[in-house]
């Protein structure tokens, strides 16, 4: 009955070591219509606009992030709160540079993984390429 009982626990681990490795699948499509409106407003100079829009994607991108802790996702969230600040201070470059920087980080390719783990990338960084 003991070994039994080891032998289950210790599969559990292995399942939650397997589940740990798992590659994040992020979903921007709201995000992404989110950032063409901001872009849109910051064209005509709509300062309330892309502040409210911008504290929507700031909402958005901390919700879908709460689920898998996604690193793109953070980083989305934070050029959102850029081109809120910029929003409120009138400075529209400002907060179309932050939304353009917003979309190519969620639409760049992300690297595939490799049998084993890690990516392409990391291949290279630890010599095994």
Known sequence: MRKILIALVMSSFALTAFAAGSPMNEDFTELLGITDKIIEAAKNSDGTTVTSLAEQGVLVAKDQGMKGQ???LQRVAERMKKAKKAGKKGDFAAATTAMNEAKAEMTKEKPKPNFG??????????GTK
């Open 70 to 72: 996604s690193p793109g």
């Open 117 to 126: 783990g890690g990516s392409e990338d990391t291949a290279y960084k630890f």
